[in-house]
């Protein structure tokens, strides 16, 4: 099948064309981030009004690059949920109405499943992943380990109780002074520190559970910087990267940065320790694109296959993702009922029935 999909849940307009779920034809993103790297955030109303003015070029541009036309599509798929509501709504109109303009199915996706779905994206057709499979996934709104069946079965493990992992490396960006996305700042001014020098306590570690929080380590970073008497100047790290400059801010992020990667990592590993019948084991959201995560997580996952999204691009939010999330869905159980609702909050348990 040939399914152009769209995604517009956060600040991002992407489009893409994919077939089979798997060969990408064209996977294009207008990220309106920059335009929140003062703001430490994305401002909703602004990145809708900014999805409005892009969302029919990046739809000509997918269709143009994959080298098709509107008639060779068997489905448009949307993600309907969840995220901002106002950017998720331009999504999901436009999918419908040019779906019924066309006269092409249009399928709701759950943007987590498409995150989920990452890893099949541009996979060897000899060498596709297999159920049954561990998945964590690490974004900016979610942190959950998902026990898979199948694309649509699978048992939700733990989840966090506080932030997301991405909120904490945001976050702690905002503490240190680094740009908005945090991800890739934090891990840009750990690579000149020492990820021992602060160590951050692991959390959750005494208790018997596969649940995550970060608004322990987040805390414990304020209350590091307030002791070693950083001025907001002085935390600028991202001045002190471009200068070259070393210093604790350095240590600071890299020690953080090690700390909510261990205790990924650590989640990992006790499953594992639990399941040890699981031998596939699956990074996604716009945390597995971090280098060290990656690192720690093969070392609690020894002998089995480690998969992360084939390129940082399909880590983070794109369109390609959902294309192949609704195509899977297809495979499964045919082309659902159009009678889905576009929703800021949907629990992914609404698209993975429990097996
Ligand atoms: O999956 P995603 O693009 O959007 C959501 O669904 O939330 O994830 C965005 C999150 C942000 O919090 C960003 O800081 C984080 O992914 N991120 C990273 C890296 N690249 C992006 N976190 C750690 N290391 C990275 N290299
Ligand atoms: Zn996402």
Not at 275 to 298: D, F, K, T
Request: proline letters at 5%; one cysteine or more.
């Amino acid at each position: 099948m040939l399914i152009l999909a769209l995604e517009t849940s956060c600040d991002e307009t992407a489009a893409a064309v994919v077939e089979d779920g798997v060969h990408v034809r064209s996977n294009v993103i207008a990220s309106s981030s920059e335009a929140f790297t003062r703001s430490g955030g994305v401002i909703p109303e602004e990145a809708a009004r900014k999805q409005i003015e892009c969302v029919l070029p990046v739809i000509d541009q997918a269709l143009s690059q994959a080298g098709i036309m509107k008639q060779d599509l068997d489905a448009i798929a949307v993600t309907r949920g969840p995220g901002l509501l106002g950017s998720l709504l331009v999504g999901t109109v436009t999918a419908r109405a040019i779906g019924t303009l066309w006269k092409i199915p249009v399928v709701g996706v759950h943007h987590l499943l498409g995150h989920l779905s990452s890893t099949w994206l541009e996979s060897d057709p000899d060498d596709l992943p297999v159920f049954p499979l561990l998945a964590l996934t690490a974004s900016g709104g979610h942190t959950e380990l998902w026990l898979r069946a199948s694309q649509t079965r699978g048992q939700l493990l733990g989840r966090t109780r506080d932030d997301a992992a991405g909120e904490a490396f945001d976050k702690g960006a905002g503490l240190l002074g680094l740009p908005y996305p945090g991800g890739p700042s934090i891990a840009a001014a750990a690579e000149s520190g020492d990820p021992k020098k602060f160590p951050f306590p692991l959390p959750l570690i005494k208790e018997d559970t596969l649940d995550f929080s970060f608004s322990g380590l987040k805390t414990a970073l304020r209350y590091t910087i307030r002791d070693l008497n950083l001025s907001p100047e002085s935390v600028m790290v991202s001045k002190l990267v471009l200068s070259g400059v070393e210093g604790s801010n350095h240590d600071l992020a890299a020690s953080y940065q090690h700390a909510l990667c261990a205790h990924l990592s650590d989640r990992l590993k006790r499953a594992l320790d639990r399941h040890p019948e699981i031998r596939e084991v699956h990074l996604v959201g716009g945390v597995s694109a971090n280098r060290l995560l990656r690192l720690m997580a093969a070392q609690s996952c020894t002998d089995r296959t480690l998969r992360f999204p084939k390129r940082l691009s399909y880590c983070t939010d794109n369109a390609a993702m959902i294309a192949a999330a609704a195509e899977f869905m297809i495979q499964e159980s045919g082309i659902p009922e159009n009678d889905w609702e576009t929703e800021a909050s949907l629990p992914l348990t609404s698209a993975i029935q429990s097996s």
